[in-house]
Nanobody, 121 residues
C-alpha cells in the first residue's frame, strides 16, 4: 500500500502565495521523480514542475520563475511554493511520485487526491 496525501490548497488573491505539500507513506523503498500537475475542468492534466531524486528540477513555461518545487527525502514529501499567483493558475493540483515499493506491492507512479487552488482577481 502506497498513499500520497496533499494539503495546502485554498483561495488567494492575485499576486499572493500558497505552498502545497504532498506526503507519501506506506511500503516505500525509495522515490525517484516527484512532481506536480494541474487540471482545469474540460482540460487534460498538465505538468507544472518535476524534481528528480538528485534534485534536478524542470518547470512549465507558464510557471517558470514564479513556482519552486522542492522535496524533503527524510519525510517523503514534495512541496510546491507558488508565488505571484495569477487567475490562470486556478486549477486542481495533483502530486505524483515514482515509487519503488516494497515486496508484494507494485512500483510505479502514484497520485495524490488533488487539492483546489483558486486565485481571485
Amino acid at each position: 500500500q502506497v498513499q500520497l496525501v496533499e494539503s495546502g490548497g485554498g483561495l488567494v488573491q492575485a499576486g499572493g502565495s500558497l505552498r502545497l505539500s504532498c506526503a507519501a507513506s506506506g511500503s516505500i523503498v525509495s522515490i525517484k521523480d516527484m512532481g506536480w500537475y494541474r487540471q482545469a475542468p474540460g482540460n487534460q492534466r498538465e505538468l507544472v514542475a518535476v524534481i528528480t531524486s538528485g534534485g534536478s528540477t524542470n518547470y512549465a513555461d507558464s510557471v517558470n520563475g514564479r513556482f519552486t518545487i522542492f522535496r524533503d527525502n527524510s519525510k517523503n514529501t514534495v512541496y510546491l511554493q507558488m508565488n505571484s499567483l495569477k487567475a490562470d493558475d486556478t486549477d486542481v493540483y495533483y502530486c505524483n511520485a515514482d515509487v519503488v515499493a516494497g515486496p508484494f506491492w507494485p512500483s510505479g507512479p502514484y497520485w495524490g487526491q488533488g487539492t483546489q487552488v483558486t486565485v481571485s482577481s
